[in-house]
């Protein structure tokens, strides 16, 4: 059986209270060699002038976009969302916040695909930010799942989430609809929650406990 990279990104902010809503999305793929492909033939289609130039939503024009998306269609991808109410509030952005949000997510990645390898959009700078992540995501998806994460600049496949997260918070906030509307039926999840609620419910399951305290029975189990 192939195994599954799994990308992850979001779109909005946590602790800008202007940002009512935060996406995060989750793209599982076999053939990550496909998402190359496709980047390379949108650096051709769309005459970028500089090479490296990244294709991220909120940066990308419409025929950039449309070419993605256009993809996506065809593509037998696996992709879930997460969007967060914020309520209003300014969230701390905070390792144990984006953990609870990104466990939110991948409780529902499994159940339609096993996760075997998680490719996240560099969030932390901070070694020991990171680390805190990753103990909060190991515990509860297993140690011998692979966690990465990487600048989009030069490992470019993670794009891919982060145009599938951008496309949902334009469509959300009443922006633009179009390119949603071009991949929702490829969606197999789409999780609305606010902030309280997911917080509380992450809590009362003891996901997000300290990172010294004994790892729990998984939720992927």
Not at 30 to 49: G, N, P, S, V
């Amino acid at each position: 059986m192939s195994r599954v990279t799994i990308y992850i990104d979001e779109s909005g902010t946590l602790p800008d209270p202007k940002d009512k809503v935060v996406i995060v999305a989750a793209v599982g793929v076999t053939a990550a060699e496909k998402i190359d492909l496709l980047f390379k033939q949108i650096h051709k289609w769309a005459a970028f002038k500089k090479r490296g130039t990244e294709i991220k939503f909120y940066t990308s024009g419409e025929k950039t976009k449309t070419i993605f998306f256009r993809f996506l269609e065809r593509e037998n991808f696996t992709i879930c969302v997460l969007v967060i109410d914020k309520l209003g509030r300014k969230i701390s952005d905070t390792p144990t916040n984006y953990a609870a949000l990104c466990l939110l997510l991948l409780q529902d990645v499994a159940n339609f695909i096993k996760i075997d390898r998680l490719v996240f959009d560099r969030h932390f700078v901070q070694q020991k930010e990171i680390d805190v992540f990753n103990d909060l995501i190991k515990r509860q998806v297993g140690n011998d799942v692979s966690i990465i994460h990487v600048d989009s600049r030069q490992d470019k496949r993670v794009n891919v989430a982060d145009m599938v997260a951008g496309s949902v918070l334009a469509n959300e906030t009443g922006k633009d609809a179009k390119y949603f509307s071009m991949i929702e039926r490829k969606i197999v999840s789409i999780k609305k929650v606010n902030w309280k609620e997911a917080k509380k419910r992450l809590i009362e399951k003891n996901l997000l406990e300290p990172v010294q305290a004994p790892i729990q029975t998984s939720f992927l189990k």
